[in-house]
Nanobody
Framework: QLQLVESGGGLVQPGGSLRLSCAAS????????IGWFRQAPGKEREGVSC????????NYADSVKGRFTISRDNAKNTVYLQMNSLKPEDTAVYYC???????????????????WGQGTQVTVSS
């Protein structure tokens, strides 16, 4: 059974860093794309970043470019989201999700993703 489990969320001060993990089971990353999404209270869920499991090609939302880095460890079947220079507006529940990818690239569009984790809370506040 395909499953995604996020971890690593928490409370951090503005300018701080966090690393989120997304542990995948029931499938191998080679044939899938993994994306990170977030949803703040009262707002729609939005795409943050994605990575293609086989090629490692990445994609980022403009709001996080230069601050967030997505990576994967295929041996551990895990995808990471390193978040630096965090801002209060980054506060949200962060979700990882996956879809079986055909193309070498990935897209961070909600409609593409078929399987979702339960989410992890990230709060940026002083």
């Amino acid at each position: 059974q395909l499953q995604l489990v996020e971890s690593g969320g928490g409370l951090v001060q503005p300018g701080g860093s966090l690393r989120l993990s997304c542990a995948a089971s029931g499938f191998t990353l080679d044939y899938y794309a993994i994306g990170w999404f977030r949803q703040a209270p009262g707002k729609e869920r939005e795409g943050v970043s994605c990575i293609r499991g086989s090629s490692g090609i990445t994609n980022y939302a403009d709001s996080v470019k230069g601050r967030f880095t997505i990576s994967r460890d295929n041996a551990k079947n895990t995808v990471y989201l390193q978040m630096n220079s965090l801002k209060p507006e980054d506060t949200a529940v962060y979700y990882c999700a996956t879809y079986e990818a055909v193309q070498a690239m990935c897209v961070i569009a909600l409609y593409e993703y078929d399987y979702w984790g339960q989410g992890t809370q990230v709060t940026v506040s002083s």
